[in-house]
Nanobody, 113 residues
Framework: QVQLVESGGGLVQPGGTLRLSCAVS????????MNWYRQASGKERELVAT???????NYADAVKGRFTISRENAKNTVYLQMDNLKPEDTAVYYC???????WGKGTLVTVSS
């Protein structure tokens, strides 16, 4: 059974930093691309960042230069380092296994003074 569990969300001031983690079980993690999505209140879920099995990365324009996706295959974990956070980054952040229907339940990030 594939499971994804996010952690690391919270309340942070504008300009602050958070690191999200997503622990994956039940699959061969290293063979899968991994994605971070987010969904703000009243908006559609959007793709934030992708890291392939070969460690290539891609980012949404809104987060380029501020967010960094990485993976640690030995720990079956993908990370999202978020720097210089802005109020518009406030959302529930989800990880997704490739293009599958396997998602985590999300972790809330709130950026506010």
């Amino acid at each position: 059974q594939v499971q994804l569990v996010e952690s690391g969300g919270g309340l942070v001031q504008p300009g602050g930093t958070l690191r999200l983690s997503c622990a994956v079980s039940g699959t061969i993690f290293g063979l899968n691309d991994m994605n971070w999505y987010r969904q703000a209140s009243g908006k559609e879920r959007e793709l934030v960042a992708t890291i392939t099995s070969g460690r290539s990365t891609n980012y949404a324009d809104a987060v380029k230069g501020r967010f960094t996706i990485s993976r640690e295959n030995a720990k079956n974990t993908v990370y999202l380092q978020m720097d210089n956070l802005k109020p518009e980054d406030t959302a529930v952040y989800y990880c997704r296994l490739g293009r599958s229907n396997y998602w985590g339940k999300g972790t809330l990030v709130t950026v506010s003074s």
